[in-house]
């Protein structure tokens, strides 16, 4: 399968754990994003690379949240001391290169739930 | 700050009808809008791109329309079936991806 894929799918964790998300983008992607999504609510804007540079971070990624890219290639979102407002949806899309930079392809997600 | 809305937020038709799904956002300075399908638990998958200069694209019984100076998109679903049933969302992408918090559609057999 050469789309976006995540891991883990789910992860049931207990607040103020420390947890790490991983994202594969599709191999020829530059461009990589994190989303959070909330039940009832789009997706909204975390972060953004642009190989391994992260070139945008939201004001909704406090200081608990940390993403990296360290080879261009793969992703992790990492959320220490976890709250039970991180219980969301965290979304990873990847783009390609030139014009096609803003059509952004989407992976299944990783569904968190912090108890 | 881009604002997107989705308009309704649920909507239920029996199957076979035509549907419209509306989209506007509030700046008209865009490089593109797309609309995605979203199943319950699941990632998004993309269903149609339109670019900021074009005025619609359509794919199978999908047809979506860009309005730009009104700051308006449309969906059309034609003789809708019950495995249309998800959530549609629309996204506009300017200085980021900004999305729409979606259309609940049921489509009943």
């Known amino acids: 399968d050469t789309g976006v894929s995540q891991d883990p799918r789910h992860k049931i964790t207990k607040r103020g754990q420390n947890v790490t998300f991983r994202c594969d983008p599709i191999s020829e992607h530059n461009r990589l994003y994190w989303y959070r999504q909330t039940l009832g609510q789009g997706p909204e804007f975390l972060t953004y690379f642009q190989n391994e540079a992260q070139l945008e971070k939201s004001r909704l990624l406090s200081d608990r949240f940390s993403a990296e890219r360290p080879k261009g290639s793969f992703s992790t979102l990492e959320i220490q001391r976890t709250e039970q407002g991180d219980s969301a949806m965290y979304l990873c899309?990847?783009?390609?290169?030139?014009?096609?930079?803003?059509?952004?392809?989407f992976g299944p997600g990783t569904r968190l739930t912090v108890t | 700050k881009q604002e997107v809305t989705q308009i309704p937020a649920a909507l239920s038709v029996p199957e076979g009808e035509n549907l419209v799904l509306n989209c506007s956002f509030t700046?008209?300075?865009?490089?593109?809008l797309q609309w995605f399908r979203q199943d319950p638990g699941k990632g998004l998958t993309s269903l149609l791109l339109?670019?900021?200069?074009?005025r619609e694209q359509t794919s199978g019984r999908l047809n979506a329309s860009l309005d730009k100076s009104s700051g308006r998109s449309t969906l059309y679903i034609a003789a809708s079936q019950p495995g249309d049933s998800a959530t549609y969302l629309c996204a506009v992408a300017d200085y980021d991806m900004r999305f729409g918090a979606g259309t609940r559609l049921t489509v009943k057999p």
């Open positions: 899309a990847s783009s390609p290169p030139g014009q096609g930079a803003y059509e952004q392809y």
């Open positions: 339109i670019q900021s200069s074009q």
């Open positions: 700046d008209s300075a865009i490089y593109n």
